[in-house]
């Protein structure tokens, strides 16, 4: 299949690491100009080696923090710039700090829809310009499963991914007519740092072994497994290609099963 990615400009978020790395990863792969963001450069230098040694492809690479305004225009305007426009835009952003309601003050609930909401809409403000400009573009948002079925002690992501899930339907309709396809693409239990982080809480936090944690968890899922990386980075590359032409405001678990809502 003919993705349609050769030679287009491609933003991705958050993609020094974890499952914005694993989707930048694809883009190359597929033949796209890349550019990461992440908050850090060091991370950023170790991200663009492993991509280029894994592709033959150089991305290009610019420090942004999502949750500022000021990083996330000239972030993306010097994408734009470097590569000629921007055709492809994947919002993404670390994960909120767990929790239960009691656990956070306003200063929390602020900063986690700063940088995982207000962000994702900043993002999207940048890019659309220029996508305006080539005729149409895609846009995938990066939510969670809490989008279906909230999870425990998660209060801070799954109010706000809820956020990121609405906006993401709701500009599927308002930017159909300029040829722009916005679709958000949710993880289950992926094997990143952010999933062992979480069980190793869970684990402190009920005084149990980690591995009968992660076993647990395992268990919870119909494939058995954790997904892969490259799993869920495949389906945001094909949500954000051209060989996508008619999927438009529609949320995709890359889950194993375990999500059963309908």
Same mark, same amino acid.
């Not at 495949?234 to 995709?252: D, K, L, M």
């Given at each position: 299949m003919d993705t349609g990615l050769k030679g287009k400009s491609v933003f991705v978020a958050a993609a020094s690491k974890g499952l914005g790395r694993a989707a930048a990863l694809e883009f190359a792969r597929e033949g796209a100009n890349v550019t990461i963001a992440s908050r850090s450069a060091e991370h950023l230098s170790e991200a663009k080696r492993a991509i280029g040694e894994a592709t033959g492809t150089a991305v290009n690479t610019v420090v942004m923090d999502a949750g500022k305004e000021e990083d996330v225009r000239r972030a993306i305007g010097e994408a734009a710039e470097a590569l000629g426009g921007l055709d492809v835009l994947v919002c993404n952003a670390g994960g909120p700090p767990g929790g239960r309601f009691d656990d956070f003050s306003d200063r929390d609930w602020q900063a986690a829809y700063e940088l995982n909401l207000l962000g994702t809409i900043r993002m999207i403000r940048e890019a659309l310009p220029h996508m305006r400009r080539s005729g149409g573009g895609r846009i995938v948002t990066l939510t969670s499963t809490s989008i279906k079925q909230p999870i425990d002690g998660l209060i801070l992501s799954n109010v706000f991914r809820a956020g990121v899930n609405a906006l993401t339907k709701t500009l599927a309709a308002e930017l159909a007519p300029d040829g722009i396809l916005v679709n958000t693409v949710a993880p289950g239990r992926i094997a990143t740092g952010r999933i062992r982080e979480l069980d190793e809480a869970n684990a402190k936090k009920s005084g149990r072994p980690l591995q009968e944690i992660q076993a647990e968890n395992e268990r919870s899922i119909p494939l058995g497994r954790l997904g892969q990386p490259d799993?869920? !980075?495949?389906?945001?590359?094909? *949500? !954000?290609?051209?060989?996508?032409? *008619?999927?438009?405001?529609?949320?995709?678990?890359?889950?194993g099963g375990a999500i059963k809502a309908l």
């Open positions: 799993e869920f !980075g495949r389906a945001v590359v094909f *949500y !954000g290609s051209f060989a996508n032409t *008619y999927a438009t405001g529609q949320a995709i678990l890359v889950d």
